[in-house]
């Protein structure tokens, strides 16, 4: 995270406050004005990291977009068979953030994390396959790299409101 000159001079006015206090006023109240710094310090340093959601809003919804785009890409090329499913840490380095923000940023535009993103783009992707009607549910899960069909069938139930099977046999009508 970027500070601005004058986000930085306040950290350190406040930094030096304390040590100001634990070096030269030792009394009763010094604990109290000690941890009242360091909470300052803390409340500045959360709203210097949202600042960075809000100064962004020109280009809201374009990460998801990003995000998007290259989970297609991964499935394109063939890495789900041969590296597993993607991490939030393949993606955001993909993307050229850090995890933590770019599920910041995410959460902040879609109101979903991550993960929850690319669970959402995994059970399209079984839609489809399970349209096709080519393959059973459990070679749908092995493909998408679910490691067993409970848990696959679990996460789309979830996500979708019925079973695999019962999506299989509704797009057979």
């Not at 500070?3 to 010094?30: G, M, R």
């Not at 789900?80 to 955001?92: R, S």
């Not at 349209?131 to 092995?142: M, S, Y």
């Amino acid at each position: 995270m970027l500070w601005s000159p004058k986000e930085e001079q306040i950290i350190l006015e406040l930094k030096d406050k304390i040590q100001e206090e634990y070096f030269n006023n030792p009394d009763e109240y010094s604990r109290e004005i000690i941890l009242s710094n360091i909470s300052s310090i803390l409340k500045y340093a959360q709203r210097f990291y949202k600042r960075q959601f809000v100064d962004h809003s020109q280009i809201k919804g374009k990460m998801i977009s990003k995000f998007n785009a290259a989970l297609k890409n991964y499935i394109n090329e063939g890495q789900l068979e041969h590296n597993g499913l993607p991490t939030v840490a393949q993606l955001a380095q993909q993307l050229f953030v850090s995890p933590r923000y770019l599920s910041d940023l995410l959460k902040q535009e879609t109101g979903k994390t991550a993960m929850e993103l690319i669970h959402i783009f995994l059970i399209s992707e079984a839609k489809n396959l399970l349209r096709l009607k080519e393959k059973r549910i459990a070679e749908i899960a092995f493909q998408l790299d679910f490691e067993n069909t409970f848990y696959f069938t679990k996460l789309f139930k979830k996500q979708t409101g019925m079973k695999p099977m019962e999506f299989k046999n509704m797009s057979l009508n």
